[in-house]
T-cell receptor, first 112, second 112 residues
């Protein structure tokens, strides 16, 4: 009964370092999403994948890349981390693009 | 350009009373609206939704009202319980894009 699982839960990076945030869902959902949450900003969509093999940009895609490895997994990569990418990152999945999304517990990332 | 706005950062109500959380949007193309609840250190969880063809949707203690002419929706919680204390986000989407646009969130505190 895991739902959406994100790893790691916490991470501190130095400016310029790279890392990949992992996300996996066990609900056989077609669509997956990456959001970031910043104070006073709500959640903003970074990238999404409507189905296996497809990805599309959201509101704030700059500085990020994604991979829809298979139906279960959707990873987010920061190639060269910047302090502006300090945020809480949430992965989500939904059965389709018109149904509600289920969120993971989040990854708190700090870039120093 | 904030397309979805929650102008009240916080709300405090007494247990047993009604909580009313408000949300305004600017994009008339939005056709589906959702409310999510978020506890600290957890991901958002889906609460209730409404299609633009309806003006009301009810689920237990939670009711969402949609006023399309005013581009306004509200979430009513009756009666409020201390366990309802959380951050509430409204979100909107259009068509079958699956892209959720979130408001900034309102922190609800229900006092015993």
């Amino acid at each position: 009964n895991a739902g959406v699982t994100q790893t790691p839960k916490f991470q501190v990076l130095k400016t310029g370092q790279s890392m990949t945030l992992q996300c996996a869902q066990d609900m056989n959902h077609n669509s997956m999403y990456w959001y970031r949450q910043d104070p006073g900003m709500g959640l903003r969509l970074i990238y999404y994948s409507a189905s296996e093999g497809t990805t599309d940009k959201g509101e704030v895609p700059n500085g990020y890349n994604v991979s829809r490895l298979n139906k279960r997994e959707f990873s987010l990569r920061l190639e060269s981390a910047a302090p502006s990418q300090t945020s809480v990152y949430f992965c989500a999945s939904s059965e389709s693009r018109i149904t509600e999304a289920f969120f993971g517990q989040g990854t708190r990332l700090t870039v120093v | 350009d904030q397309q979805v706005k929650q102008n009240s950062p916080s709300l405090s109500v007494q247990e047993g009373r009604i909580s009313i959380l408000n949300c305004d949007y600017t994009n008339s193309m939005f056709d589906y609206f959702l409310w999510y609840k978020k506890y600290p250190a957890e991901g958002p969880t889906f609460l209730i939704s409404i299609s633009s063809i309806k003006d009301k949707n009810e689920d237990g203690r939670f009711t969402v009202f949609l006023n399309k002419s005013a581009k306004h929706l509200s979430l009513h919680i009756v009666p409020s319980q201390p366990g309802d204390s959380a951050v509430y986000f409204c979100a909107a989407t259009r068509g079958n894009t699956g892209k959720l646009i979130f408001g900034q969130g309102t922190t609800l505190q229900v006092k015993p």
